[in-house]
């Protein structure tokens, strides 16, 4: 299956380290290669890089491992195709607007027999059941909130519930973010860290780099990172439970 990876800073920061690790396991440290995507938000827009081209051979990822693009919300994915076929239509992340916000969706896992019918603006470009899910839970979202945006509390409750209805289907890691905040949720794997002064250095599980990020940070930056494996070698990350949805600002979770 798929892997993912996001970050949530309260300072617009760079995951140079980070995705380096995390675009090996495209194809050189593990099975992950049949397409790779990333998303920054910046102010209220989205860079959004796909390829269908595995993480490891792509010179777009190439790019991203060495162009510092700073942003306080990121998610990024490495696909194993389980449903779909390998073309960009089917590379995460997703993105739509709802509310006047950029939406970001990403997903790891496989939902069987998972054909709601969709009967507003949001419908599926590709044939994945990633893709189907993103569009089920924006459309089920509109439903139940119209045309205003609810408070965090408020929409925190209704993601509980439908990540809780789609992943009685199968498994749904997932990861969602409008700019603001970050929301993820744990099916069977997702582990993350808060990074915060005092820094220290950290040592990459799949590949020989490490960085010393007291030298690169402000005693005022934090940073968490949530990804489907841990990243490095040397430092504690912690798992989420299986059903937990967490929501992370400001580079912390809240919840």
């Known amino acids: 299956m798929c892997q993912l990876l996001g970050m949530n800073c309260n300072v617009p920061t760079d ?12 194809g050189r440290t593990d099975e992950h290669k049949d397409g790779w995507g990333i998303a920054f938000f910046e102010g209220a827009g989205v860079r959004l890089f796909v390829d269908h081209e595995s993480a490891i051979t792509s010179p777009i990822a ?60 949001f419908r599926p470009v590709g044939s994945t059941d990633s893709e189907l899910a993103f569009c089920y839970l924006l459309q089920q979202l509109r439903k139940r909130f119209g045309d205003v945006l609810p408070s965090r509390e408020a929409l925190t409750d209704a993601l509980a519930a439908l990540t809780a209805e789609i992943g009685a289907y199968g498994i749904f890691n997932m990861m969602l973010s409008d700019g603001s905040a970050l929301y993820a949720y744990c099916s069977t794997k997702l582990h993350y860290i808060v990074r915060q002064y005092p820094f220290t250095q950290a040592i990459l599980s799949d590949e020989d780099v490490s ?9 005022n930056d934090r940073v968490a990172i949530i990804v489907t494996e841990p990243l490095t070698t040397n430092e504690r990350w912690h798992p989420f439970a299986s059903g937990e949805l967490k929501v992370f600002v400001d580079g912390l979770p809240t919840s």
């Open 62 to 121: 190439g790019l991203i491992k060495h162009y510092p693009i700073k942003s306080k919300n990121v998610i990024a994915h490495i696909r194993k195709a389980t449903q779909g076929h390998i073309a960009l239509e089917n590379c995460h992340p997703f993105v739509r607007e709802l509310w006047g916000h950029y939406w970001v969706f990403a997903h790891n896992g496989d939902l069987k027999n998972f054909a709601p019918i969709l009967d507003g603006a």
């Open 15 to 26: 995951i140079v380290f980070s995705f380096t690790g995390f675009a090996n396991r495209g």
């Open 211 to 219: 960085v010393d990020f007291s030298e690169v940070t402000t005693p």
